[in-house]
């Protein structure tokens, strides 16, 4: 393990609410910022993903992994940063996971949730399949499906055993939420229109018989027992409690980005240059990422970003960022917005991150390695 500690002091804006006058105040923001590198023995950490379908316990001690080369799931002790094991999985047959593994998660009782469209499983860590979900078949069997949707994430609830699925119509440009009891044989839709903003910043190339589609990120999370939906256009989100069946809508007013994206965009281009410059606009442009809920603090943290692109007279191929301008949110229980800051620690999008144990954990690629930006906040 490798370990280089440094503290920093940042100014940080408080947001606090005083009936109808909004009144802001400056406190300083204490940041201990780490990074620590996993230990991988003889292993070859899988990185290519960035760490994108990845699940942790419950209690955090154990990150997963998957590895989807080897269709393995590596798992990394973090309280030792130290790869532990390997766990391999069938791709096809009766006990395969499908070749489009997108997410995991880990439930109770030595059984792990991994989805791979068209289908989602139940699998113990011997790579036994214990049962399978097919959300578009539910849906056509309870008369809820329309041509054209699609699941777009899916969540398991261990308690009750339900099924929580956003579920979009690319053609139509719509979104519900679905919750699903399999075994009781019913599906509710609810309507979620901040989500369906998003579409108003999606963009297709429509060219010569060729079509690429970029679309906007959204997430559908399980954070400190509850589900978070949102998307990347807004800081819009809509929480369920996990025994609820019923949405909250929840928004805040920030002072250092705005609130959503803004502008006017064509949905269809007809050529990749048009699409290439009017992408790296969108993504200039605010964008925000999941909540995560630190168990220590009891607070929520949300990253947000502004993506970062060189300076080209001539747009050449399709444009990446070379970094991004990113900020902290920090809400409380309630999602009420206490604090915010840049963190300039942190000059590229932070992809995967989490809480433990009262600090921020971010994923970085050190050389290759599997390491972490790891953020102590105090305010």
């Known amino acids: 393990m490798r370990h280089v500690p440094y503290w920093v002091i940042i100014l940080l804006v408080m947001a606090c609410n005083g009936g109808n006058d909004e009144k802001k105040e400056h406190s300083i ?44 799931i590596e798992k990394i002790n973090l309280n030792t940063l130290a790869f532990e094991k390997k766990y391999g999985f069938e791709k096809e047959g009766p006990d395969g996971t499908g070749d489009n593994v997108s997410a995991l998660s880990i439930l109770d009782k030595g059984r792990l949730f991994i989805s791979s469209f068209p289908r989602d499983h139940i699998f113990d860590w011997q790579g036994n399949k214990i049962e399978s979900f097919d959300i578009t078949a539910i849906s056509k069997d309870l008369n809820q499906h329309q041509e054209g949707d699609r699941p777009y994430k899916t969540l398991y609830l261990d308690q009750g055993s339900r099924l929580v699925s956003l579920i979009q119509n690319f053609e139509k440009k719509s979104s519900k939420l679905a919750i699903i009891n399999p075994k009781k044989k019913n599906m509710i839709k609810l309507s979620i229109p901040a989500i369906e903003k998003a579409k108003n910043f999606d963009l297709t190339l429509n060219s010569g018989g060729m079509e690429i589609a970029l679309g906007n990120v ?4 399980n954070e400190g027992g509850q589900i978070i939906l949102g998307t990347g256009v807004s800081n819009e989100l809509y929480v369920m409690k996990i025994e609820s069946d019923s949405l909250q809508y929840i928004t805040y007013q920030s002072q250092l980005t705005p609130d959503e994206k803004t502008g006017s965009y064509p949905a269809i281009v007809g050529a990749q240059v048009e699409l290439a410059k009017l992408h790296q606009q969108i993504q200039e442009d605010i964008n ?10 009891q607070v929520y943290y949300r990253f947000s970003f502004h993506s970062l692109f060189e300076e080209t007279k001539k747009m050449q191929g399709f444009p990446q960022p070379k970094g991004a301008k990113v900020f902290l949110s920090v809400l409380d229980k309630d999602f009420k917005l206490l604090a915010e800051t840049q963190v300039s620690q942190l000059n590229q999008t932070p992809e995967y991150y989490f809480s433990k144990d009262g600090k921020l954990w971010v994923f970085e690629n050190i050389e290759d390695e599997m390491g972490f930006v790891r953020l102590d906040i105090s305010w």
Request: aromatic share 12%; no cysteine.
């Open 288 to 297: 925000f990422m999941a909540p995560v809920w630190d168990e220590k603090k």
């Open 218 to 221: 959204h997430y559908l999370v």
């Open 29 to 72: 923001l204490s940041m201990k910022v780490d990074t620590v590198i996993i230990e991988p023995g003889e292993e070859l950490l899988y990185l290519q993903s960035r760490l994108r379908v990845s699940g942790l316990s419950a209690n955090k001690k154990y990150l997963y992994n998957f590895n989807s080369q080897e269709n393995a």
